[in-house]
């Protein structure tokens, strides 16, 4: 009987130290969770009592409520509306860059470059020939003109081929035509020679003229294609809505 009592005592005393065990914890847990106050906010502790699902005994939850204050939940609401209107903002740039660039690059809309097709010795030739034919268009009448009145002339003073005299006087007349004739080729040589270094000039200028103009294109094609990529890679991640429209507003 001794036994049994003794065994009863010890088991009653277990559960009332249990008991106080866990009512030292209680108190334990409810000291180590104070309501805090500052002036940004509050952080404060509720109680619930639930049943534990894995043991199915009733157990007390502790529900922790943290709240801003008025002023740092608007400063906190603005923060967090710039940021969604920032990635909106940034997601929309890149939308409408995957659209611009969603093609393959069209280059054939800017043709070849151009070629510098002129050949010099031909339109020298070309030049020469024109400018000979000018003046010989005008030199041939006036010395067929010549030739008559001095044949006539000669007639009239009893000569004829064969003379010394107007074998003499024939022979003075064609080396002047031919001296007119050797300047007027001399003449088209440097006209030929003028006209090509004007024409080179012109075409060079020409040429240079049509290919920076073609390159200003391309480079303008390029810049477009890529310019709201740079403008979402100015945003950057983390941006805030004002920053990345005034980033993109000053670019």
């Known amino acids: ?8 005592q010890g088991e009653k005393a ?21 309501d805090q106050f500052n002036p940004w906010g509050s952080l404060t502790w509720a109680q619930q009592r639930v049943r534990d699902p894995a043991t199915g005994r ?15 939940q608007r400063l906190y609401d603005m923060s967090m509306q710039d940021k969604i209107r920032g990635g909106e903002f940034k997601q929309g740039l890149l939308n409408r860059a995957y659209s611009e660039m969603a093609d393959a690059p069209d280059w054939a809309q800017f043709g070849d470059i151009d070629q510098l097709n002129f050949s010099p010795d031909e339109a020298r030739q070309r030049a020469e020939d024109m400018a000979y034919q000018r003046d010989s268009m005008r030199l041939d009448p006036q010395f067929a003109a010549e030739q008559s009145k001095l044949e006539a002339r000669l007639a009239n003073q009893g000569l004829s081929p064969g003379d010394r005299a107007y074998d003499a006087a024939m022979s003075n007349f064609m080396n002047t035509r031919t001296d007119a ?7 088209a040589a440097a006209q030929g020679r003028d006209e090509v270094a004007g024409m080179w000039g012109r075409e060079t200028e020409r ?43 000053g670019a």
């Open 207 to 249: 040429n240079a003229i049509a290919n920076a103009l073609r390159d200003q294109a391309v480079q303008e094609y390029i810049g477009q294609r890529g310019y709201s990529l740079q403008e979402a890679e100015r945003v950057g991640a983390g941006n805030d809505y004002a920053t990345a429209a005034a980033e993109v507003g």
């Open 181 to 187: 004739y050797e300047r007027a080729r001399l003449g």
């Open 58 to 72: 009733k157990v007390t939850k502790w529900v922790q409520n943290q709240t801003l204050s008025d002023e740092m």
């Open 1 to 8: 009987m001794g036994k049994k009592s003794g065994k009863s």
């Open 14 to 34: 277990a559960k009332e130290q249990a008991k106080a065990d866990r009512a030292i914890a209680l108190e334990a847990t409810y000291a180590d969770r104070p």
